[in-house]
């Protein structure tokens, strides 16, 4: 029924730049985004946008990361720029349907190192 595909995890060095993917398909979802967790932390919400385009976005990401969606393909998009080795972390694609139940990626890896 409902799936999520996330991809565009990898390695990159300090103040590089990675983008990651999601595509959803089999509901209407009201908003969709990224949380991520790293061993030993809290899983924390990275970004998010809503059906009609209002984003949402971590402090420590603020001015890095930028979330953009697009309808015709039913995907979001985060581009991270100025990576930081503190982005390390798998990152889990999230969509909530307009009846607010939440579905999941895979997870994919980010490793940001020299």
């Known amino acids: 029924h409902v799936q999520l595909v996330e991809s565009g995890g990898g390695l990159v060095q300090p103040g590089g730049s990675l983008r990651l993917s999601c595509a959803a398909s089999?509901?209407?979802?009201?908003?969709m985004g990224w949380y991520r967790q790293a061993p030993g932390k809290q899983r924390e919400l990275v970004a998010a946008?809503?059906?009609?385009?209002?984003?949402n976005y971590a402090d420590s990401v603020k001015g890095r990361f930028t979330i953009s969606k697009d309808n015709a393909k039913n995907t979001v998009y985060l581009q991270m720029n100025s990576l930081k080795a503190e982005d390390t972390a798998v990152y889990y694609c999230?969509?909530?349907?307009?009846?607010?139940?939440?579905?999941w990626g895979q997870g994919t890896q980010v490793t940001v190192s020299s």
């Open positions: 089999g509901s209407i979802f009201n908003a």
């Open positions: 946008i809503t059906i009609d385009g209002v984003t």
């Open positions: 999230f969509a909530r349907t307009i009846h607010y139940r939440d579905y």
